[in-house]
């Protein structure tokens, strides 16, 4: 799981598996809904939702198959607990352009 | 089988049902935090309608109450503490888990949770516990057979009160025990009056009957710990009454004469009444060392011997002399 290969600037490709093939697109559309819960508690300031947001990424990206989303969630969650904005935001866009780029394909495991 | 999935994040939540379900383990029940798995596994609750559940994922980190807390609760809670739990921790979490352990969990999977290792946790888990359920199923039917063998050993199988077996033990215990604080014990003895022409008037099945009717009036006689209502004998009934002096034995003797007419079954077959009657015989004495429980029992007997001459349907007492 989580081969990702990024020769091609603008895909991603991951290999995931076939198992998972119901619930990945749903996973992957929340983490779009994500960066907006998380770019709307910055307005106001809401650090926990973010930590939250990205605690939760973290735990459950390279399950998964979504290593990079692991990362980032990590991310994030340090962002918010040291209330770093600037970090939170950076992250928040390099997860918009993972999410856009990344293609999956599913293999029997 | 059914498998609790709790944890605070609904992605982790959908990935782990999906593993199971894949893994042919279709029957999962989820919660996203520790207040709605104690409502699932009705702790705090009614054990009404509550579902049976076999093993249980626990989220270790999660807001509010985290898996450590809520394995303590489970683990306190009689009917959820026999439950399996298998822990989901992240990497870097020693210290938790260690808790976790301590508390009762049973095993563990780490973030990210992989499938095969998943499964192979679940499927040993589950394997165990079916093992340990079974074990425990046959241990309590051991358990059971025992007591209903023990059972059988005391009880007369007729009457269901105690049998001449479980009479003579328990009047040697008593017998040692009234000695030991030098207090009378009273031996009761009764006979239904004119049961073989009972039998031969309304048949074998009928006798029967009244042998358990009136096998209860003597049981409702011995109230006390150091009583004891026995079929001493066919038609033959006996009483052990503990710390008890012979005025109260004739009172008790005399409560289950008429207690056995009150039944008033009909008797006509019996030379003293119309229905069924009893004639008793109590003996008192001080147990000593040198006298033993065949004493008080021949007493008894002489007892009953003379109510049966004086007519029957009555109590008749003997009072041994205290022997030094």
Same mark, same amino acid.
């Given at each position: 799981?989580?081969?990702?290969?990024?020769?091609?600037?603008?895909?991603?490709?991951?290999?995931?598996?076939?198992?998972?093939?119901?619930?990945?697109?749903?996973?992957?559309?929340?983490?779009?809904?994500?960066?907006?819960?998380?770019?709307?508690?910055?307005?106001?300031?809401?650090?926990?939702?973010?930590?939250?947001?990205?605690?939760?990424?973290?735990?459950?990206?390279?399950?998964?198959?979504?290593?990079?989303?692991?990362?980032?969630?990590?991310?994030?969650?340090?962002?918010?607990?040291?209330?770093?904005?600037?970090?939170?935001?950076?992250?928040?866009?390099?997860?918009?352009?993972?999410?856009?780029?990344?293609?999956?394909?599913?293999?029997?495991? | +089988?059914?498998?609790?999935?709790?944890?605070?994040?609904?992605?982790?939540?959908?990935?782990? &049902?999906?593993?199971? !379900?894949?893994?042919?383990?279709?029957?999962?029940?989820?919660? &996203?935090?520790?207040?709605?798995?104690?409502?699932?596994?009705?702790?705090?609750?009614?054990?009404?309608?509550?579902?049976?559940?076999?093993?249980?994922?626990?989220?270790?980190? @999660?807001?509010?109450?985290? *898996?450590?807390?809520?394995?303590?609760?489970?683990?306190?809670?009689?009917?959820?503490?026999?439950?399996?739990?298998? +822990?989901?921790?992240?990497?870097?979490?020693?210290?938790?888990?260690?808790?976790?352990?301590?508390?009762?969990?049973?095993?563990?999977?780490? !973030?990210?949770?992989? !499938?095969?290792?998943?499964?192979?946790?679940?499927?040993?888990?589950?394997?165990?516990?079916?093992?340990?359920?079974?074990? @425990?199923?046959? +241990?309590? &039917?051991?358990?059971?057979?025992?007591?209903?063998?023990?059972?059988?050993?005391?009880?007369?199988?007729?009457? *269901?009160?105690?049998?001449?077996?479980?009479?003579?033990?328990?009047?040697?215990?008593?017998?040692?025990?009234?000695?030991?604080?030098?207090?009378?014990?009273?031996?009761?003895?009764?006979?239904?009056?004119?049961?073989?022409?009972?039998?031969?008037?309304?048949?074998?099945?009928?006798?029967?009957?009244?042998?358990?009717?009136?096998?209860?009036?003597?049981?409702?006689?011995?109230?006390?710990?150091?009583?004891?209502?026995?079929?001493? *004998?066919?038609?033959?009934?006996?009483?052990?009454?503990?710390?008890?002096?012979?005025?109260?034995?004739?009172?008790?003797?005399?409560?289950?004469?008429?207690?056995?007419?009150?039944?008033?079954?009909?008797?006509? *077959?019996?030379?003293?009444?119309?229905?069924?009657? +009893?004639?008793?015989?109590?003996?008192?004495?001080?147990?000593?060392?040198?006298?033993?429980? !065949?004493?008080?029992?021949?007493?008894?007997?002489?007892?009953?011997?003379?109510?049966?001459?004086?007519?029957?349907?009555?109590?008749?007492?003997?009072?041994?002399?205290?022997?030094?």
């Amino acid at each position: 799981m989580g081969n990702s290969d990024t020769s091609d600037s603008d895909q991603i490709v991951i290999e995931a598996d076939e198992d998972l093939e119901e619930i990945i697109p749903g996973y992957l559309l929340n983490r779009r809904k994500d960066i907006e819960t998380i770019l709307e508690a910055l307005d106001k300031e809401d650090f926990e939702k973010i930590r939250i947001a990205g605690h939760s990424m973290k735990g459950s990206g390279a399950g998964y198959g979504f290593d990079a989303i692991t990362e980032i969630g990590k991310s994030i969650e340090e962002g918010a607990i040291n209330k770093n904005v600037d970090e939170i935001r950076r992250k928040t866009d390099e997860l918009s352009v993972y999410l856009d780029k990344v293609r999956v394909v599913y293999a029997q495991e | +089988m059914e498998i609790l999935i709790i944890d605070d994040s609904k992605d982790s939540i959908l990935l782990i &049902e999906t593993i199971l !379900k894949k893994g042919g383990y279709t029957g999962t029940q989820t919660a &996203e935090s520790a207040l709605e798995a104690y409502k699932i596994l009705g702790i705090n609750a009614s054990k009404n309608d509550i579902k049976q559940i076999d093993l249980i994922l626990l989220d270790i980190v @999660m807001p509010e109450i985290d *898996g450590i807390e809520a394995i303590q609760k489970i683990k306190s809670d009689d009917f959820a503490r026999d439950i399996p739990i298998i +822990m989901i921790t992240a990497q870097q979490d020693d210290q938790s888990l260690h808790r976790a352990f301590n508390c009762g969990a049973i095993d563990y999977i780490k !973030k990210p949770v992989n !499938k095969v290792e998943l499964l192979a946790r679940v499927r040993s888990v589950l394997r165990l516990k079916y093992e340990t359920d079974r074990r @425990m199923q046959l +241990m309590r &039917e051991l358990e059971e057979a025992n007591r209903q063998l023990k059972r059988l050993t005391v009880i007369d199988g007729l009457t *269901g009160i105690s049998n001449r077996r479980h009479f003579d033990e328990f009047l040697e215990i008593e017998w040692r025990r009234n000695l030991r604080y030098n207090k009378k014990i009273s031996l009761i003895l009764g006979d239904i009056d004119y049961f073989k022409f009972y039998n031969d008037t309304y048949g074998h099945q009928a006798g029967d009957n009244c042998l358990k009717k009136a096998a209860s009036v003597i049981e409702k006689a011995a109230k006390r710990v150091g009583d004891l209502a026995a079929r001493y *004998g066919g038609e033959e009934f006996a009483l052990i009454l503990s710390d008890t002096d012979s005025a109260f034995a004739a009172e008790i003797a005399g409560e289950v004469n008429k207690s056995v007419a009150s039944l008033r079954i009909p008797h006509s *077959g019996s030379k003293t009444d119309d229905i069924v009657t +009893m004639s008793l015989g109590a003996a008192t004495t001080i147990p000593s060392n040198g006298k033993s429980p !065949k004493e008080l029992i021949e007493a008894a007997d002489e007892a009953l011997y003379r109510a049966k001459e004086n007519g029957r349907n009555r109590v008749e007492v003997i009072e041994l002399p205290r022997s030094e």
